[in-house]
Structure formats: C-alpha cells, structure tokens
C-alpha cells in the first residue's frame, strides 16, 4: 500500500507534496477554447453537426450558405461555452476567496498569518473558534484541557450535530510553546476519498518522547471544510493539502444520467439518421443517373463530357448537406432549456414545501425530470423515508419483566418508576447501560439545559428515556463522563469504544467505575448481534419473545447486555486492541475480530423498545403511487417484523387474506435456493388470483441469493410488486437497485440517510429525503425534498408533465425539421434532381432556429390534466410509464404528418404558383409562408391548455415571420428584396395559404376529433370529464363513482411483459397468525379468499393491535 | 452528484451559519407563473364545435372557389405551340442540326384566331417546357455584384463556366445570361402591325437596384461556344429588360417569361399573323416552345387550379360536417363518462 509520510514542522519535507491551493475549474483561460470544443465534440450529434457544417464550406456541393449551419452551430457552441465560462468563473471566484483566507500557520517557531493556499503538508495550524478548517488536519493540541475538541461537518457529510474530536494520546497535556516545536512524523496513506476512515499513525520524535506508536482515527483529524466550534482553539498538522483533501477527492464529476426519453430520442435520432443514408443514397443515385441521360443534353447546363474523379460523389453529397436537417440542430438546446425549466418549476413548488423543517424541494440534476414519470418501481428505505424517524421510548422488558404494555409509554409506567426509585439492581444496570453505551455528547446550552447531540435517533431516545427515569447523562470529556442519578453523581471512565458498525450491529464500551475501579463491558445491539453472546446457561427464550412481541408493534427493539472485565484480560485484549487500530491495512476487519474477542459471555439484560412514528401521508402516498402502477419495494436495515408491521401500517402490504406473504429465508444455500423456489413457484400459481403477493427476504438470504442464485430471483423480482427486504447493507440495497435496472425497469431509489446514498446513486432517479440523519442522502440524489409524501406530487404532477411535454417538444422539432426536408426533396424532382435548395439559406436558419422553435417552447406551460384530476386518477400515469406518448408508432404518426404536410404544401404551392408566376424567390416565400402556418396550427392543435404565452407565442411568432420578411424585402441587396412586399398584395397569396393550412390541418383536425370522441384514450376522457364537471354533475359525484369502482379495481398492470393482468392486493398475516410465534408455516400459501368484511375485520384488529 | 456542492464547500460562507446550504433553501416565492398555475384556456373537441368550424370552412371556402374559378376562367388565352410546327418538314428528323445551323432562316410565319374579345392589356409570353432553370448548376451560375455595379465588372466568383473568354471578363457572366432566350416574336393583325411594348416588363426593383445603370455588356458571348441572345452593347443593363426577365429564373422545369405587352383589345375572331425568329434551342433536349396571349384578373393568369381546390374542399368540409353529425345523432357519445376509463371498466375483482 502507498503510503505518505508526514514530518511536522519540517521545511525541508513540505514540497514533497502540492500546496493547498484549492482548485475547482475545469478550465483555464489558455485550455478553456480547446477543451470546452473537445468536450461539447465529444457528443455524436455535435460531430454530425460539425462534418455538415464542413462540407458545407465546399462551394460546389453546397446547396445554401454555409452560415445557415454555422450560424446555429456557433450559437449554439456559444451558449453552451458561456455558461460553463460563467460557472466555470464562479468556481474561481470562490476558489480565490478560500485560498487567499488568511490562517495562522507555525514557521520557524513563530506563529504567522499566512494566505490559506501556501499552507504545506507538514505545517501546524492554528485555528480559533467558528474557524474554517482549511486543509485536512491531525489534531495535536486543542484548548481544552480533556483533549478533545467540537467540530460541525455539515459541508462534509450534512450532519449538523456537533461532534467530538480527540487529540491523540501522545499529544495530550502538551502545551502551546511545545506544541510550536513539536516534531514528527505521521505515516498515513495517500490521499483517498474515505471521509470515515483515517488508518494511520503517528511518532513524536524527542524531546516527546512516546515511543510507542500512537494510532490516529478518523477522530483525531479535522477535515477541510469542517468548522471548529465550542473550543477556543485548537491546532493540528496538515497532512492533505489543496485538491488532495478527503473533501477534494470525493468531488468528481458524476456520471451523467441519461432519461429513458433520451435514449428513445437518441434511438429515433438514429432511426432519422439510417432514412437520411438511404435518402442521399437513392437521390444520388437517381441524380446521377439524370446527369448522365438528361443534363448531358440540357446545352445550358454544360456539363463537361469528363468531370473530376469525385464527380460521382458530388450529388450524394449535396442531398447529404439538404438532408441535413433532418435532424434538427435545435433539439438538443430546446431540450436543455425546458429541462431546466421543469426543474425550476420542481423548485419554485409551493406544495412541496415543508413548512415544518423549512426544506423546500430542490432538483439537482436538471436533465432527468421526464424519468420520473416513468418510473415503474421505487425501492424505499423505511426509516426517515417512511418514518419520522423521531424516535420515542415506548417500552422495555428488563429481565423477563415488562414495562409500559399496559399504558403504552414505559416511562410512565409506575412499576418501573418505583424500580428505578428502589434501586433494583438489574433496572439500574440497564438504565446505566442506556446512558453510556452510546456516542451522544452532551452540550450544556446557555440556559444550562443538558441538549444532546446524537448521529443516531434511537441512541437520543435512549438516552433521552434514561435521564426522564432519573439517569441524567451530564458530561463526557474525553475519557471522564458524568453520570446523576437521583442526584447522585457517578464517574465513569471510558476506556475503550468498540464502535457500531453495520456488519457488527452492535456497539460496546468499555467502562471502569470510579468508585470501585471495576471494569465493565457494556453493550447493546440488534437482538440477532447481542443475543448468541449471551453466557451459557442465560435464559434467553424472554428477550426473544419480548423482541418478537414488540417487532409485531412495529417497535425498534435493542437488546443490552453487560460483563464484567477481570483487569488482565482486559489489558491483554487492550493490547490487541491498540494494535488493530494501528494497523493500516484492513483495519476494520481486524478491529472487527478483536472486538469479538472481547464481546462474548454477555449478561443479557433487557430489551428497549422505541418507536418510530409514520410520517404524514405515506399510507395515501403509497395507495396512490401503487394505483398509478408503481412497484413499491421496502429495503430496511431494520428487523423483518418491524418492517412488516411498518408495512401494514402504510398501506405497503394488505393483510390477509387480501394479501399473502411469502418468506425467502434459510441459513443454508440449500434452504436459500429451496425456499426461493417455493416462493416464485407460489407466486406463479398465485399470479391469476386477486391476491397481493409480496415477498419478504432478509439480508443472509439474500447475501445468498445474490451471489448464487440470480436468475430465478430476477424471476421473482418480475413477478412481484412488492416485496420487502429486511437487514439489508447498503451494498445489497445498491445491488438490488442493480437488479431490477438489468431487468430494464425504471427504477426510483429514497432514502434519507448515508446507508442509502449508494442505492440513491445506483438507481435511474435517487431521491433523498433532507432528514434527520443529516443531509448526505438529500446530496447525493437528484431530487431532494422534505417529506416522502410530497414523492407523489413529485411523480404524479412533475414527472409527467415533464414526459408529456418533452414527448411532443421532441416529435416536434423532428417533424417540423422533416416537413421542410420533405419539401426540399419534393423539389429535387422538379429541379433535375441536382440538389438545389427551394428556400434560402436565410430563411432555413431563421426556420430552424427562430419561426419553429420559440412558440413550441411554451410547451413548457402545457398541462393536459388539472393537477387534481392527474392526484385522483393515478393510473394515468400508465402512459407515461408505457411510454405512450413517445415511441416508435407515435413518431411514425409524426413523420406520417409531415410527408403529408410537405406534399400538400409543395402541391398546392407549384400548381398555384405555375407558369407565370413560378418565380424561384417567390415561389420558395409561399412554400415558406405555408409551412410556418402550418406548425403555428399544428402547435395550436397539438397543446392541451392555453395562457397568455401560448398565444403571445404562436401569433407572435407569425406576426414576427411576416415582420422579420418584410424587413429583409425592404433591403435592396437582399436576394428577397420586394418579393415579400410583392406576395402580401396578391389576393393568390393568402388564398393559396389559407387553402395550405385547410387541407393541412383539416384532417388532422377530423382525425382528432374523431380519435378523442370515438376512441377515447383515458387522457381524452379525463380531459372531457374535467370540463363536463364544470358544467354538469358536480366533482363529488364523479368522485364518488369513480371511487367505488376503483376499490376492486383491476388495474393496469397487465402492461408489464410478464405481470398478470390484474391488480393482486397485498395479503399478510392473518389476525391468528399476528398472535402466534410466526414462520413461514404460519402464513398459508394458498387461502381462499374470503368476503370483504372478514378482511376488513382482519385489517382492523391489526391495527387495533398497533394502535393499542 | 454527490459533490453538488462541494465545490463551494472548500469557501463556503464563512460566517460560521450552522446550517448546510440546503437548509437554507429559501421557501419558493409563490407566482402563478412558478406554481404553473397561470390562467389557461382548455379547449375540447366537442362535437358541436367541430362540426361547425367545417361548416364554417365549407361556407367560406365554395364562394372563394366559385370567385376564383369565375376569374379565372374570365382570362382569354392563346396558347400557341411553334417549336415543331417551325421545323421545315424535309428536317423534322434532325431538328438540331436544323436549329444549329445558323445559315438557314429561322423566321416562321403562323395565322392566331382570337377565340374571344380580349381586353387590353395583352400580355405575351413566352413558355418553355422541360426547361431547367433551377438546376443546380444554372441557377448559381451569375454574380449579382457584377450586375448591379460597373465596378465590380471583374467579380465573375461563381459564373462558372461563363467567367471569362479570351482572357477578359464576361459581363454578365455565368450560365443564364448566357443561355438567354433569343426567338423574337413579331404580331400583325390585318396586315397592321401590333406594337408589342416591351417597356416595363420587368420588375422595377430589378431595373433599379439589381442590374446597374452604368453597367454596359462586355465580351459578351465571344467565346466559341454561342449561347442564346447577344446584347446590344450600347445599352446599360438595366435597360436590357429582356435579360432581366430571362435572369429571374423559374423554380419549375415549365415556365412563362414575359416578353412584352399589346396595348390594344383583340376582337373575337381576328387572326393574328405571328412572324418567329425560331432560333432558341430546345430540341436537343426535345423542350416545348410555346407563345402565349393572355389577359389577366384579379388571382393572375388562367389557372383553375385554386378554384377547383376550393370548391373541392369546401365540399369535403361539408361532407365531414354531416357525416360527423349524423354519427353523433346515430351514436351518441356522453363526454367524460369515467365508466370508460380503462381501470374502471375490468369487471370488479378480475
């Protein structure tokens, strides 16, 4: 492994390494021309724009101007290159303002003020409260005088809570005169991106002398970016420096996503591109041919009897450069401008506001909104996601005895109160094991209040339930903390944390009373994590009852136990200990094993229960997105009972016998592989019932699954529309992700914590919930918002108007590209297919970039649905999801519509505008006239709601066609000069427009209509409802109707390739098997269904059982 | 996107706010233009409403139609078809050589009948069939610098192949000058000479701002290969009216060229004696030559087309307003009847 060493306060070491100069551009003012083309040249269309445009330089081929290509292009390039210039210098700007902040750095003994970016690896810095730390610090001296200091990470890791940092042993009690002179050397590895880990050590060379080797964690560094708060002052040595910090190695440039309407455009594109080759190829073709029979004899022309070698190329060519606009060259900027305004829009939503924790939404990836309406499954975390994650202590069992069953909140129990006043040793012990056996600081705030700051909700509760029961956590300084209890004051010093981490699920300390000077071993965990620990011979069947009892109530449980330490075992594994965490390579799992060591033998003593209470709307949030097709699957790190009850709770699952779940587990590959099959064999005989199935796996089963047995459980995965995964990793949540992507779903990923933020990532769309557990999850994704209720809108009301919008903006700007295509190909027959251009070169610009491409843009304002329609029919949101307003056959309706429109323009022009008056200049203005007509009526017909920039737009825009004209006829030197003047005094003028846009648009007109009154889409029916509503029967009535039908309702889940025709309500224990002790054989595979009421009986007494 | 803001991070505000920047997003302002709540109208496709705008369509467009084919047909044409009539017969089998040959007369005399009393003015045209103007090469073949100023008489870029002979510039240069019509009509009618103006027969934007005044033809068709016309060398360009027609060039292969007007009525049954200089070749490329008398109305020459397109269309628009309204009588449909919708519509349960 590589390796750096760092020599404090050591000159002649310091260029080993870059200075801190902090560097977030990608350009600078030399490179910014050459990369910024390399980079927008790396997309294909930009390729196919550019070769067109050079091709075009070549007078003999070129049918227009060059500039009608390069002017576009140029634009183009232009505003692209000048925004990443503007974002590029902002970056600069704020790049300048971190490096040239002035900090205190020790040179030569002396403290200096120096510029941030000069600070070296090596150096020791000093900084002072409400500081910014300015490089990557290890931390050898602080003000106070337990050693440890406070820092906020929240530009780090979004967690606002304070945490604790602690100075090394070797440095601790040193004072700032030493610590100018301090010298040694720090071996740590070279700069990764790990904002959790810091596996390195440190040797202080004489005068201090420590020989031994002194570990350095993550919790003796003080990374860029953080802020150092409520301590005076404190110092460290800088040992990453400018863009090799943590913080700076962790930025990077994600992958960008690319929406499923991208790709669909993109494979269009192509579609477009294959029909252009074969245009150019037979025009060519064709071209030649009547050069050698036709042209020959046509003596005005001279052609010469031997052209050039590339002569044969020549024509092709031209059809290549007319054909080129094909592809219109303003998609891609069209598209960027109203992605970025759908996200604006997502932004600026009121209704999406969460008054209670300020958050207001927030789309952070502009490009993917039209995915969201396409979404097909939402993987979810439960905790934070669907919880409020405010975690109360509800109930407790504290060996074998329960507290709180009967009022539901332990804490006002009066048996445990009077245990607590009685001094019972084993409620004491747990009380104890509740305040110390965490990572909680406590913070005396001004009005001298204790507040703590806790990364963990359950922990805060916990410790929050002891001090209610009398147990008041007052201190922790380092290794002392305080304890009153019944105002008494306890001392305890911490002299070993073996920390929580997800593989463990369980976390201890290592204590010694300061009383009696005993050392205990205190832990608490999942019950799976504490309960095999437990000494032989401990009754352990109560704490697995206990938690059972109280997973069933949904309620997070903890099971804490304890041991004493005799002192030379735990010097012996102190020892070992100490040496793990030296260790620079796989620290972790070494840790991980010493700590097994110790943790063995255990005194279980009870178990916590708390409760996580449903955040507002999830059940109606759940219902809606299920009816809107939408596959819901729970990945929870919690307890498989837990999230079934959680389940239930909202709406995620029915109960039985509407639902049925099915169990995946097994220790064994064999049993694994056994019971998956049983399950998918289930779920195929079940898949004709009206039954909601739902699959429950747990993290061992699926560790299995995933590595052996793939595809039947792709198998499964298809077939079922919910399923809940228990004690999972954040890995297996982002290899689940995975999955259902290769399975070719849309897959839409939210969390709230950092154990998501790989599943946010993996995943089509992320979204993070600005939670309690911090903000990583909210910056990972593409989409933050405050409340998971507010996903619906999201989805229902953003999502697809994002699709439908972009489906016609892109179908559109095909065919108004196609439809002037067409004509010039029309026109090539009539121009012995020579390739000359009907229009000019000014006029195609001016078409491509301003006459088509402004008024569609107000599509940005269209809504086909009221929102509200659009929340109480979700199910409409299967044509966005089928992809029904953007696929090969609509687009085929598109490229039908402008063949139809280039002939009848092109007919009607030349038979109207024959012999006499077939003047090229006038001609080409009619046929110009009449396209632009044509898509102003296209637009008109094509949008579902008009505002004031509809109209603003569509008859602005012909208005500034006929203005822009008539400017450019008034010019003498302008080929068009009074030819527009001419056109608008001939009455055959506006006759032959009008009889264009009649024959154009009547029988997309009748065809519409027809289609919306006879063959009705449920859009067309909604939209008819909706104003129907207005003038007869009130919303209720509707309402009501539409409700009572949609109870049963089959819904549209036949779409799916392979999911039944019907909507299988979910089905889970029956109310029998809620009281049993419950395995898999509790839950019948195949129960007949029974009437209505027995389920709602069924329903009810379970969440009478909750709610109790 | 994990780093969306750690690029700012490194400098964020220094001020020591507890709060990330999310926090501190600030709550949206409320617009009716942000909530996407502007006001809009939603039209439908009713029935009632579709079938009155093609009735509408049909009763606006049938008078259209009747006026514009009235008019129409109102234009006396003569239509005159002379390149295969002028070919002595003893050379009809070799029309080119015929029409190459400069040492054989070309003039052609031929009787017209007036088939109705034509109003003055009268316009002559002459139309040419499979006659290219627009290909590729001809039509770029000009520079329209050198025409409009005397100065740039050496800007010959594009004239291809017609730049240059005898190592001077050709003015005007390129292909269509060169190829420019020369058969010459003259009209007699009982042994009277008709004057033929041929004043004002092209454009006047043309005369004044693209074909300059000082611009005098040079070295025009001197090189070997003959083209069509000579200029008269004394005459500016912009008085050369019958190159400035000849140089507006026709977008379709058929096309009718101005060549002067009769400012006099033309009485029903007149015969009019045409004397052609037939010198223009069209036969290697088997065109049509054809000369054409017309009067005008209000939509232009004779030409039917819009007023048939008209009526037909009108017609249809009445016929789909019928038909649409006897299918809403036959069928009718309730509007927004959610019983339709497809989820509503499964038989309960399955």
Known sequence: MMKRFVYINDDSSQNLYCDNRISNRKYTILNFLPKNLWEQFRRFMNQYFLLIACLQLWSLITPVNPASTWGPLIIIFAVSATKEAWDDYNRYLSDKQANEKEVWVVKDGIRKHIKAQDIHVGNIVWLRENDEVPCDLVLIGTSEPQGICYVETAALDGETDLKTRVLPSSCIGLTPEQLHKIKGVIECPNPDKDIRRFDSNMRLFPPFIDNDLCPLTIDNTLLQSCYLRNTEWACGVAVYTGNETKLGMSRGVPEPKLTAVDAMIDKLTGAIFLFQIVVVIVLGFAGNIWKDTEARKQWYAQYPEDGPWYELLVIPLRFELLCSIMIPISLKVSLDLVKSIYAKFIDWDEEMYDHETMTAPHAANTAISEDLG??????????GTLTENKMSFRRCCINGTFYGNESGDALKDVELLNAVINNVPDVIRFLTIMTICNTVVPVRSMSGNILYKAQSQDEDALVNAAARLHMVLISKNGNSLEINFNGKLIHYEILDTLEFTSERKRMSVVVKDSEDGKILLLSK??????????????QIRPFVDAVDQYAQLGLRTLCLGWRELKDDEYKDWSQAFKEARSTLVNREWKLDEVCQRLEHDL????????????????PETIETLRKAGINFWMLTGDKQKTAIQIALLCNFISSEPRGQLLFINGKTEDEVLRSLERVLLTMKITSSEPKDLAFVVDGWALEIILKQYRSVFTELAILSRTAICCRVTPSQKAQLVELLKSCDYRTLAIGDGGNDVRMIQNADIGVGISGREGLQAARAADYSIGKFRFLKRLILVHGRY??????????????????????????????????????????????????????????VLDKDLTEKTV????????????????????????????????????LITVHAYADEKSEMEQLSMVALSGCIWLQAFVVTIEMNSFTIF???????????????????????????????????????????????????????????????????????????????????????????????????????????????????PLITDSPTATRRAVGPSAFDFLQPAQSRDDQNAGLLEIVCMLTE | ???????????????????????????????????????????????????????????????????????????????????????????????????????????????????????????????????????????????????????????????DPERTANGAPIVPCGLIAWSLFNDTYSFAIRNRNLTVNKKDISWKSDRD??????????????????????????????????????????????????????????????????????????????????????????????????????????????????????????????????????????????
Not at chain 1, 605 to 612: L, N, P, R, S, W
Not at chain 2, 256 to 274: F, P, S, W
Not at chain 2, 285 to 303: A, E, Q
Not at chain 2, 313 to 338: E, Q
Request: hydrophobic content about 40%.
């Open chain 1, 374 to 383: 396409q979404v097909e499954y939402i993987l979810t975390d439960k905790t």
């Open chain 1, 525 to 538: 965990g999942a019950d799976e994590a504490i309960l095999p620990l437990s000494y032989a011979g401990q």
């Open chain 1, 603 to 618: 005194e279980v003593i009870g178990v916590t229960a708390v409760e996580d209470q449903l955040q507002d709307g999830v």
């Open chain 1, 802 to 859: 994002s699709y439908n919008r972009t489906a016609f903006l892109s179908q559109y700007s095909f065919y108004k590209s196609l439809l002037i295509c067409f004509i010039q190909i029309f026109f090539s027959f009539f121009s012995g297919v020579s390739g000359t251009s009907l229009f000019n070169s000014i006029s195609l610009m001016a078409y491509n970039v301003f006459y088509t491409s402004v008024p569609v843009l107000t599509v």
């Open chain 1, 871 to 906: 929340m109480q029919n979700p199910q409409i949101l299967f044509y966005c999801q089928a992809g029904r307003l953007l696929n090969p056959s609509t687009f085929a309706g598109w490229f039908g519509r402008s063949l139809y429109h280039a002939l009848v323009v092109f």
């Open chain 1, 950 to 1064: 509809h109209h603003l737009a569509i008859w602005g825009n012909l208005l500034c066609f006929y203005g822009l004209n008539l400017m450019i006829s008034a010019i003498p030197s302008a080929g068009l000069y009074t030819i527009m003047f001419r056109l608008c005094r001939q009455p055959s003028y506006w006759i032959t427009l009008f009889l264009i846009t009649v024959v154009g648009m009547g029988p997309v007109l009748a065809l519409k209509y027809f289609r919306y009154t006879y063959r009705s889409s449920a859009i067309n029916i909604l939209q008819q409802a909706e104003r129907s509503r207005v003038a007869t029967f009130s919303i209720r009535d509707l309402d009501s109707q539409l409700k009572s039908i949609e109870k049963d309702v089959g819904s549209l889940a036949s779409r799916n390739k392979f999911k039944s025709s019907v909507y299988e």
């Open chain 2, 1 to 159: 996107m994990q780093n969306a803001n750690g690029s700012t991070a490194g400098s964020s505000s220094a001020s020591g706010e507890a709060s990330a920047p999310l926090r501190n997003s600030k709550r949206p302002k409320y617009s009716r233009f942000t909530q996407q709540e502007l006001p809009a109208c939603k039209p439908i496709l009713t029935p009632r409403w579709v079938i009155s705008v093609f009735t509408l369509i049909g009763i606006i467009f049938v008078p259209i139609g009747l006026a514009a084919l009235a008019a129409s047909n109102k234009v006396v044409e003569i239509v005159y078809r002379y390149d295969d009539d002028c070919v002595p017969p003893n050379m009809v089998n070799m029309k080119v050589a015929y029409i190459q040959n400069d040492t054989i007369d070309k003039t052609c005399t031929k009787t017209l009948k007036v088939p109705k009393h034509m109003s003055q003015p009268i316009y002559v045209y002459y139309q040419l069939d499979n006659f290219y103007q627009n290909h590729r090469r001809y039509v770029k073949s000009r520079n329209d610098a050198q025409l409009r100023k005397a100065s740039e008489a050496n800007e010959t870029s594009g004239c």
């Open chain 2, 209 to 350: 701002h693209k074909f300059g005044k000082d611009v005098y033809p040079r070295n025009f068709q001197n090189s070997t290969l003959r083209g069509g016309a000579k200029l008269n060398l004394t005459k500016p360009l912009s008085e050369q009216e019958d190159l400035i027609v000849w140089m507006r060039t026709a977008a379709l292969p058929t096309f009718r060229k101005l060549y002067g007007r009769i400012e006099q009525d033309l009485v029903i049954n007149d015969a009019i004696t045409v004397q052609l200089q037939n010198n223009y070749n069209t036969y290697s490329f088997s065109g049509k030559k054809t000369l054409v008398l017309s009067t005008s109305s209000w939509i232009g020459g004779k030409n039917d087309f819009l007023g048939i397109a008209y009526l037909t269309v009108g017609g249809l628009c009445f016929f789909l307003a019928v038909a649409f309204t006897i299918v809403y009588l036959v069928k009718p449909r309730k509007l927004g009847d959610p019983s339709y919708l497809s989820w509503n519509r499964n038989p309960a349960g399955h």
